[in-house]
């Protein structure tokens, strides 16, 4: 135990001079009785010292004291306190692709939808960030526990053009890192830094972290997508995917060039299968409301520094309480 005041102490030398104030009145009271002892209203004043239901509120009543003095210094205990925690990501395909209309209305808006639905169904120790990736990968919002903030972020993601998910999954693991508090786990290489690489350098292990990784699965750049599903492994960091798309596909144009998209389920559910998480399907409502019973808040217990003085304060409160009440009761006073 440790004390934000500890100069405050000192007044405990209040306590043994008490004590003897205490003694030196009971003894004037022996010798009061003693002297006017003719008198029968008196007698029962004297006695060769202080009986047991005498000392008995009295050691109340300094103990009292003792506590309080103890409660003005402010004491501060180390105690470890359950709490539900967890941080999210949610990391979103912005390519030029997530304009496809094979879930209505658009990819994008759809995806939109199911992250907005999951964040309002997280609770409030849940830390939520925000990734948007194409052919690269940005941290659009950190987390954090202003859930209207991310749902604000979310509505203003808009498609862009090409799709690296290697690289929306190491900025999401980035992402946590640096709010655990420990160094980036990505260098960047390239005048305009565009290309991202993890680097070697140890790094905290995250199991109440986890990514939600919401995109149709056409990977058309580098890195891999699996050796980031690896680093995340590693990292304890669990990749949820949700499948934004059908298998069907749809017809679009980007940049001028018409192309057929479609949802790849198979990149997605090797990602998920190889960082311990789950692949669900956004078009399957039933499937996708799953993924708001498995991403629990993990309890967790975490050490910390608590002050304490409401505590003591309570307890000289009652120590007191209780000694007047047994004054009260055997001499119809306190002392």
Do not use: C
């Amino acid at each position: 135990m440790s004390f934000a005041w500890p100069s405050l102490l000192v007044f405990l030398i209040i306590i043994p001079l008490l004590l003897l104030a205490y003694f030196w009145m009971q003894r004037r009271r022996r010798d009061f009785a003693s002297r006017f002892g003719s008198l029968g209203l008196l007698r029962s004043a004297g006695g060769s010292g202080p009986t047991a239901s005498r000392l008995v509120p009295a050691t109340f009543f300094l103990s009292g004291i003792a506590v309080l003095i103890f409660s003005m210094a402010r004491p501060q205990a180390t105690v470890s306190l359950p709490r539900l925690e967890g941080t999210v990501i949610l990391t979103f395909d912005v390519s030029g692709s997530m304009v496809a209309d094979d879930l209505k209305p658009t990819r994008m808006e759809a995806a939109k939808t199911a992250a907005s639905e999951f964040v309002k169904n997280q609770p409030s120790g849940v830390s939520i960030g925000v990734v948007a990736f194409s052919d690269g990968g940005i941290t659009v919002q950190a987390p954090t526990n202003d859930h209207e903030k991310t749902l604000e972020t979310i509505s203003r993601l808009v498609p862009r053009r090409g799709t690296s998910i290697a690289n929306g999954i190491l900025v999401s693991l980035n992402a946590i890192a640096l709010d655990a508090g420990d160094p980036p786990i990505l260098k960047t290489s390239g005048a305009n830094n565009e290309s991202l690489e993890p680097v070697q350098a140890p790094q905290g292990w995250y199991p109440s972290a986890v990514v939600v990784l919401l995109s149709d699965g056409e990977n058309n750049e580098e890195p891999d997508p699996m050796m980031a599903a690896d680093l995340a492994a590693d990292l304890g960091v669990r990749v949820y995917t949700v499948g934004i798309g059908s298998t069907e596909g749809s017809t679009i144009t980007v940049d001028g060039f018409t192309i057929h998209s479609q949802l790849d389920e198979g990149m997605l559910r090797a990602i998920s299968d190889d960082s311990g998480g789950n692949y669900y399907n956004a078009a399957n409502e039933d499937e996708l409301l799953e993924i708001y019973g498995d991403l629990k808040p993990k309890l967790s217990v975490k050490t910390e520094e608590m002050e304490i003085t409401s505590i003591f304060a309570g307890i000289g409160m009652l120590v007191f309480l209780i000694g007047g009440v047994l004054s009260l009761l055997w001499f119809g006073r306190v002392p």
